[in-house]
């Protein structure tokens, strides 16, 4: 299966594939995550595009493609793969559309995550991840373990006027997607508002439909 998790900026995409991705029997691939660890690895690609994560803006076509174009022809990848945070621009979904076709495994579906900007900054600006595990937590919605507390870190991005520069690039660059898709038949939308459990039952309902 070859998927993918549209919607803005904290629709909840990467705590719903962290949830999925065991029973859907494929790999998680975050651009976002593939992007901070060269961050934090400090290579020349890392260097270049944290300056355009800082600022709230996108990284250029070429750099993310490259790196989504890599991890998708390693070993693991063949099982099948949950995109998360690409394709974000039609470039991106081109490419996409061009490697998965090449391969002969077409992108099977794209799931458009729902929620509206009004809930976003407070999701985001709540968010605290672990360091160690890579989990998820919300201060309110979803609150850390104590045990792990202490050790929790946030975004860089997620503070609220990098969060209202995202939700304006989302708009400009990747809801054109949304017509993309569903033009290709490929469109699923889920309703991202409310407990993150029945997110996830609405989730695998829309994926075996
Ligand atoms: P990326 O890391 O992909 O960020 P994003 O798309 O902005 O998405 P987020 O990770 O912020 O949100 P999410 O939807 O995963 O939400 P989450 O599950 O964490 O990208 C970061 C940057 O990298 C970009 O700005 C860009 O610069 C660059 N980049 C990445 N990909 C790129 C690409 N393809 N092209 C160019 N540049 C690229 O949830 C958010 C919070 O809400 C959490 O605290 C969670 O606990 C909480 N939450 C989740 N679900 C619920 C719920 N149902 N109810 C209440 N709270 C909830």
Do not use: C, W
């Not at 991106?92 to 900007?117: F, Y």
């Not at 919605?141 to 045990?147: C, V």
């Amino acid at each position: 299966m070859r998927l993918v998790f549209l919607g803005p900026p904290g629709a909840g995409k990467g705590t719903q594939a962290k949830r999925l991705v065991e029973a859907l029997g494929v790999i998680h691939v975050s651009t976002g995550d593939m992007l901070r660890a060269a961050v934090k690895a400090g290579t020349e690609m890392g260097v270049a595009a944290k300056r355009h994560m800082d600022a709230g803006g996108l990284v250029p076509d070429d750099v993310v493609v490259g790196i989504v174009a890599d991890r998708l022809r390693e070993d693991d990848a063949q099982a099948g793969v949950l995109l998360d945070g690409f394709p974000r621009t039609i470039p991106q979904a081109e490419a996409l559309d061009a490697i998965l076709d090449g391969d002969g495994t077409p992108l099977d579906t794209v799931v458009l995550l729902e929620v509206p900007d009004e809930l976003i900054v407070e999701r985001i600006t709540g968010r605290r991840t672990d360091p160690e595990t890579g989990a998820i937590y919300h201060l309110t919605f979803d609150p850390p373990p104590e045990a792990v507390a202490d050790r929790l870190v946030q975004r860089d991005d997620d503070t609220e006027p990098k969060v209202r520069t995202r939700l304006a690039a989302y708009h400009a660059q990747t809801a054109p997607l949304v017509p993309y898709y569903a033009a290709q038949g490929k469109l699923s939308r889920v309703n991202g508002v409310g407990p993150m459990d029945g997110v996830t039952e609405r989730l695998l309902a829309a994926l075996k439909g």
